[in-house]
């Protein structure tokens, strides 16, 4: 069992470079998830998707931008890169929103801005 | 502002030494608190979810218990391999956000 796949698992980018970063499950999930996991802060939700077709800000969006491409996908794009964007990010999937269901999530992406 | 603290931030326990760590909340709602597990390099794995005050659940050596403020998660009788960083999470009513605390790093010595 797969459960969700993270592409890549490391990168590095100078300042101002653009990447985006891949997420798929298959475990049938409507929700999808972004986070970012800084040391001391725990994790914070960057962006979702309740369901395929949607998209929402979460506590921290600014210089991100999402992108729900199927039921499967979900990928998180960085268009100008910042050295406060160095973190390591995580996706997560889970059942439809309205249900008490926990987020199944990835091995992450970790990610440094020179 | 709907917050989640977790306590200690690090915890050392010998092998036997049982030990409680602490997750407390302050959520306009609580619809669900959830707790995980996460080892280095990893992403966090789901081990319970709460939903009311007075609900408890177990497995192996981890029992979480919950009340209207705080959930707490019991570790009996540790092992090296319950070593890992454990983190709690909130739902509230708004279904698609969690808010995770910084969570509890346990290192367990044989």
């Known amino acids: 069992n797969a459960g969700v796949t993270q592409t890549p698992k490391f990168q590095v980018l100078k300042t101002g470079q653009s990447m985006t970063l891949q997420c798929a499950q298959d475990m049938n999930h409507n929700s999808m998830y972004w986070y970012r996991q800084d040391p001391g802060m725990g994790l914070r939700l960057i962006y979702y998707?309740?369901?395929?077709?949607?998209?929402d800000k979460g506590e921290v969006p600014n210089g991100y931008n999402v992108s729900r491409l199927n039921k499967r996908e979900f990928s998180l794009r960085l268009e100008s890169a910042a050295p406060s964007q160095t973190s390591v990010y995580f996706c997560?999937?889970?059942?439809?929103?309205?249900?008490?269901?926990?987020?199944?999530f990835g091995d992450g992406t970790r990610l440094s801005i020179l | 502002e709907d917050q989640v603290t977790q306590s200690p931030e690090a915890l050392r326990l010998q092998e036997g030494e049982s030990s409680s760590l602490n997750c407390s909340y302050t959520v306009s709602g609580l619809r669900g608190l959830f707790w995980y597990r996460q080892d280095p390099g990893k992403g966090p794995e789901f081990l319970f979810t709460l939903y009311s005050a007075g609900e408890e659940k177990e497995k192996e050596r981890l029992k979480a218990t919950l009340t209207k403020k705080e959930s707490f998660l019991h570790i009996t009788a540790p092992k090296p391999e319950d070593s890992a960083t454990y983190l709690c999470a909130v739902q509230t009513y708004n279904f698609n956000k969690f808010y995770f605390g910084s969570g509890t790093k346990l290192n367990v010595k044989p």
């Open positions: 998707s309740a369901s395929e077709g949607t998209t």
């Open positions: 997560a999937s889970s059942e439809a929103g309205n249900t008490y269901q926990p987020q199944h």
